[in-house]
Structures are given as C-alpha cells and as structure tokens.
C-alpha cells in the first residue's frame, strides 16, 4: 500500500509542477517573436511602403507597415500574422493584396520586431481594436478586410464581431488554442491554465460581415476539419475555401490559393433566387 501511494504522490507532484510550467511557460511556447532593432529599416523589393507607430494608452508602440497598391485603391486589408518572427519576413505576403488595388496593413504584436509592452490577449486585442479605429478615420467600414493568418485569425474574428468591416477572411484558422493545446496535452487542466484561449468559435457567432475560411487539406498543425467545424457556426455567412494538399504553412504555393483569394476579394456576392432553383425538390425515399 505504501508503495501506490508514494506513487501516487510522485505523479501528483510531477502533474503540479508540469502545470505550473504550462502557465508560465506557454508565452515561450505559443510566441516566436523577432525583435528588431528601433532604428532597422525595412526594405521590400518592388513594393511602396511606409512604417508606421502607434503609441498605445499604456505606453506601449505597435509597428506597423502599410503597402500601397500602383494604381488607385479599392480598400485596405488588415492582415494578421502567425505566431512567429516579425513584419519584416511577414510583408512579402502584401503583394497577393496590392496586386488586386488593396492597401494592406500589417502590424507586430507586443514583443515581436519593433513593436514593445507586456503581452497578454486583452492587451493584444485592445491594441489591434485601437489600430482598426485608426483605419477607419482614414477609410469608411465597408472598404476595410480583416484577414487572420493562423494565430491571428482568433484576433481577427474578435475585430470582425466587435466592427463592421467588408468582409473576414481567415487563413488556416483554429477552433480555439485551447482546443489546439488539448491535442498535445489532453490530460491537463487546459481550461485553467491557458492564458490566450482565443475562442475563435465564440466570436464567430457575432460576425455581420462575410466570412471566408481558406484551409489546406493536408495541415497538419490545425486539421482541415476545424475549417469546417467553424464553417458551421454562422453558415448564412460562411463560405469554405478548400486548398487541395494544401498545408499549414505553404497556402502561397498554391495557385488555387490566389485564385481563390481574388474571387473573394474581387467579387461582388450576388443573390439568388431560389424560387428559380431546385431547393425545394424532395428526394425520393425509395431505396433503390
């Protein structure tokens, strides 16, 4: 008996300390920021930009770079990056956004290149409504696309559920990160744990907009079933983007991506009448 419970003991000990790690921990797990020098200059070929710096009310300074389109601007993209290195790698993706008369937006979270202040999900979800509200002093709503790229596509259907941009397009988005964290730790107390849920689900359910999920068949990071999942949770809204063998990180390699990518952004949604279709066809229940 002594012996099951020395046991017992050890493993509850091992549990306490392996949760303990979690949570302080998880910062160095879920985010691989790169920080850049404040005096770095970026320098992207082929592509007008200018940076940016906005001074937050606790003090903190987001960066940011805009990219401007050749011709006359149809609108600004909103683009929110992964979890990992800075803007200075993250911008050569504008150019699938310019090509098609966009501004695009793109800004460092706190931590990550020149961007500084204490990170946590309120504190990020607090600066990037702050960027939005800038934006719209420049651009009316109905011109401004919210675009999440894997960890930032929780942030962006936040902005999408709290404004009321043109359209939300997420690419390779997750049910939530605690549903992601399950996956590799289902054992442990995640619910508790966790600092940065980011319930993609929940604020999904209050988007007004549009909606696009693009999502490769082959991730194998978030599986292609959770661009589903979340496809059923406002459906009237929801359109969903299939990239066949698609990945998590390589939706850029694949022409379908782009073309899938201007058919949302370029065309205008059109209503059908379905007096005029077969909706409302029955199906015969003769098995045959």
């Given at each position: ?16 300390i392996v949760s303990v790690a979690l949570y302080y921990l998880q910062d160095y797990m879920l ?258």
């Amino acid at each position: 008996m002594a012996y099951w419970l020395s046991a017992l003991v050890f493993v509850v000990i091992v549990y306490i300390i392996v949760s303990v790690a979690l949570y302080y921990l998880q910062d160095y797990m879920l985010f691989k920021p790169e920080k850049l020098p404040k005096g770095f200059q970026f320098n992207y070929d082929n592509q007008i930009f200018e940076e940016h710096n906005l001074e937050t009310r606790d003090g903190a300074i987001i960066n940011a770079i805009r990219f401007f389109p050749e011709g006359q601007s149809k609108g600004i993209v909103l683009y929110l990056k992964g979890n990992s290195k800075s803007i200075k790698g993250w911008g050569k993706f504008a150019v699938d956004f310019t090509r098609l008369g966009y501004n695009v937006l793109m800004v460092d979270y706190r931590g990550f290149g020149k961007s500084t202040g204490r990170r946590s999900q309120k504190a990020i979800k607090r600066d990037l409504q702050e960027v939005y509200n800038k934006i719209k002093e420049l651009t009316p709503e109905d011109r401004i696309i919210l675009y999440g790229r894997s960890l930032g596509s929780g942030f962006a259907a936040k902005l999408a559920s709290m404004n009321h941009p043109k359209m939300l397009i997420l690419e390779s988005p997750y049910y939530s990160l605690t549903k992601v964290t399950k996956r590799y730790l289902p054992f442990m107390p995640l619910s508790l744990l966790i600092k940065y849920p980011l319930p993609t689900y929940k604020w999904l359910k209050y988007v007004q907009c549009p909606i696009h999920i693009i999502h490769g068949t082959d991730d194998k990071l978030i599986p292609y079933k959770t661009g589903v999942k979340l496809s059923h949770i406002n459906p009237k809204l929801t359109r969903l983007h299939t990239v066949i063998g698609g990945g998590h990180k390589n939706l850029n390699n694949f022409e379908s991506y782009h073309g899938m990518l201007e058919d949302i952004i370029n065309t205008s949604p059109k209503t059908i009448d379905l007096n005029t279709t077969s909706i409302h066809v029955k199906h015969s229940k003769n098995k045959k």
